[in-house]
C-alpha cells in the first residue's frame, strides 16, 4: 500500500493519464473522477468513484460546477495533523483526499485557434486552478500533479523506483509548480480580456547560471509555454548568460535566409554573415569577414552541421554552435573539443507557440514592449532614386546587406558582395563613423570593397555617410530614405555613379 489513499482526477489533456490511472488503482487507489475523465477511465476498465457520488449533486450548468462542494475541497484543505479538523471532516462526512492531478481547460489554445469570445470564456477554467491551489496550499498532506511531465517522476516514487518516495521537498517542489502554472494562466486571461492594455509576463526557471553579464550579476534562464523556439544543448559547458543573448541573436539573423547561411555574432552584432550553396561555403565567407572578431564568436546555422562544416568549425576557437540537427558524424568531430557548446534549434509552429509575441525590455519607470522587427519587404516595394540602376548582382547584395543591417546595433552600415558580409560599422554615435568603421574593418581584413553594397539601417542625414561609403568602394546603396536632406544624398550619389535603393522601412536596433 503507499500513503495515498483517494486521488482526485480531473484533466483536460489526457496524455499519460490511463497509466497513471492503473498504477493507483494497482495499490488500492480510490480514484474519485468527474466528466470525460471518468468516461475515459471507465472505458479503459479502470474502476472510478463518480464526482457526484462525492458531492451528492449531479454536475450541472453545462459542467460548469462539478467539484465545488465542501465533500471535495474538505477533503483536500482538511489538515490531518490539526487538532480539529479530523474531527470537523468525520462530523460532516468528509473523506481526505491525498493526491489531485488536475489540468486546466485549453484557454490559451482555444485563443490561439481563433475561437469566438463565447467558446473562449467557456474555456476559462474554475474548478481546476482551485483544486491546484487548494493542493498545492495542503502539500504537508496532499500531493499535486498539474502537468502530464510529472507523471514519470511520480510514477517512479510511487512504485519505489525512486527511493525518495513522496518527501518534503518533492512535495513543496509540486506546490511551487501547481502555484506557477495558476498564476500563468490566470495571466493568460487577464491580458487576454486587457488587449493592449497589459502584458501577461509568466516564465519558470529553467537554468540558473553561473552569472550574468559580469560575475557580480546573479542570472538565471527563464522559459515561458508561448516560447518560440525551443533549445536543446547536445554538449559543452553550461550556457551562459551572453552565450543564450548571442545565440538568440545569431538565431534571428539566420533565419532571414531560407537559402543555406551562416552567421557569426560577438557581443550581440554580427561580426560575420553569408549565404552560400552550401553551409561550408557559407561559414567560410562569414568567417573571412573579420576573423580576429570572430574568436570565441557564437555561430548560428540554419539547417543541419555535417561533418565537412564541423571539420572547419572545429578548427576555430567558438564558444557556440546552434543549428537545426547535427550529423554524428559532426558530433564525433566536435565533440573533441569537450568546452564547446552544440545546441540543437526547433522552430515551433504557431500553434505550439503563444500567441502576439512582443519584446519586452525593463527600465526603471517600468516596462517597454514593441512587436517584433520581422518585418520582411521585396524589391517591388522599394524605389530607387538615382540615375543609375542596380545592376542584378548588386541587387542580390543589397538584399543581403539589408538582411544582416537589421540584425546590427546601431547605427548600422554593413558591407557586402557575393552574398558575404565584408565590413561592418556598429554602435557608432554618427552614422558617418559607421561608415568609416566599416571600410576600415573590411580593409583590415583584406577585403577589396570595389564594387560592393552598403546597407545603412537608417536614412543618411548628411551627404557625408553616402561619400563615405563610396569612398571605400560601394556601388551600390540602400537605406530607408525620409530625410529632409535626401535630394542632397542623391545628388551625391548620381555624382559618384552610385546606384541607391529607398526602403521607406528603418531598422534600428538599440
Not at 297 to 323: I, M, R, S, T, Y
Not at 448 to 468: C, I, K, R, Y
Amino acid at each position: 500500500m503507499t500513503s495515498i489513499k483517494r486521488a482526485l482526477l480531473s484533466v483536460s489533456n489526457k496524455e499519460g493519464l490511463v497509466p497513471l490511472a492503473g498504477a493507483l488503482r494497482e495499490r488500492g487507489v480510490e480514484i474519485v473522477s468527474t466528466g470525460g475523465t471518468a468516461t475515459l477511465l471507465g472505458n479503459e476498465g479502470i474502476a472510478v468513484t463518480p464526482i457526484d457520488a462525492v458531492t451528492g449533486f449531479p454536475e450541472m450548468l453545462g459542467g460548469r460546477v462539478r467539484t465545488l462542494h465542501p465533500n471535495v475541497f474538505g477533503g483536500i484543505l482538511g489538515r490531518r495533523s490539526h487538532a480539529t479538523d479530523p474531527k470537523e471532516m468525520a462530523q460532516h462526512g468528509i473523506r481526505p483526499i491525498d493526491l489531485v492531478v488536475v489540468n486546466f481547460y485549453p484557454f490559451e489554445e482555444t485563443v490561439r485557434s481563433g475561437g469566438d469570445r463565447q467558446s473562449i470564456i467557456e474555456k476559462i477554467d474554475i474548478g481546476g486552478p482551485s483544486l491546484v491551489r487548494a493542493a498545492a496550499k495542503s502539500h504537508e498532506d496532499v500531493l499535486v500533479l498539474h502537468d502530464p511531465a510529472q507523471y514519470p517522476e511520480f510514477l517512479d516514487r510511487l512504485t519505489g523506483e525512486d527511493t525518495r518516495g513522496f518527501d518534503n521537498e518533492y512535495r513543496a517542489s509540486l506546490a511551487a509548480g501547481a502555484f506557477a502554472a495558476v498564476t500563468r494562466y490566470d495571466r493568460a486571461i487577464s491580458g487576454w480580456f486587457a488587449g493592449d492594455e497589459a502584458i501577461a509576463l509568466s516564465a519558470r526557471l529553467r537554468q540558473t547560471l553561473r552569472y550574468g553579464e559580469n560575475p557580480h550579476q546573479t542570472a538565471g534562464w527563464y522559459e515561458d509555454d508561448g516560447a518560440r523556439l525551443s533549445l536543446t544543448p547536445l554538449q559543452g559547458k553550461e550556457l551562459s548568460y551572453n552565450n543564450l543573448l548571442d545565440g538568440d541573436a545569431a538565431w534571428e539573423l539566420v533565419e532571414e535566409w531560407d537559402e543555406p547561411a551562416v552567421a557569426i555574432i560577438k557581443h550581440g552584432n554580427p561580426c560575420g554573415a553569408a549565404v552560400g550553396v552550401s553551409h561550408v561555403g557559407a561559414y567560410e565567407k562569414a568567417l573571412a569577414c573579420d576573423p580576429v572578431s570572430a574568436f570565441g564568436g557564437v555561430v548560428a546555422v540554419n539547417g543541419p552541421v555535417d561533418g565537412a562544416l564541423a571539420e572547419l568549425l572545429a578548427k576555430h576557437f567558438l564558444e557556440v554552435v546552434l543549428a537545426h540537427s547535427f550529423t554524428d558524424d559532426a558530433e564525433a568531430r566536435l565533440g573533441r573539443k569537450k568546452k564547446l557548446r552544440l545546441v540543437q534549434v526547433t522552430s515551433k509552429s504557431p500553434s505550439e507557440a503563444g500567441g502576439r509575441r512582443v519584446t519586452i525590455r525593463t527600465i526603471g519607470a517600468g516596462y517597454l514592449a514593441q512587436d517584433p522587427d520581422r518585418a520582411k519587404q521585396t524589391r517591388e516595394e522599394w524605389t530607387v532614386p538615382t540615375k543609375r540602376k542596380p545592376t542584378p548582382g548588386e541587387w542580390r547584395d543589397l538584399e543581403t546587406a539589408w538582411k544582416v543591417a537589421k540584425h546590427v546595433r546601431s547605427n548600422a552600415i554593413v558591407f557586402v558582395k557575393d552574398g558575404a558580409t565584408l565590413g561592418i560599422g556598429a554602435g557608432q554615435m554618427s552614422r558617418v563613423d559607421s561608415a568609416e568603421l566599416a571600410v576600415r574593418k573590411g580593409r583590415g581584413a583584406g577585403h577589396d570593397l570595389t564594387n560592393s553594397a552598403v546597407a545603412s539601417d537608417g536614412f543618411f542625414p548628411f551627404a557625408d555617410g553616402v561619400e563615405q561609403a563610396a569612398g571605400g568602394g560601394a556601388a551600390a546603396v540602400i537605406q530607408p530614405g525620409g530625410s529632409i536632406r535626401d535630394q542632397e544624398v542623391i545628388d551625391a550619389a548620381d555624382r559618384l555613379g552610385v546606384a541607391m535603393v529607398f526602403t521607406g522601412m528603418r531598422h534600428f536596433r538599440h
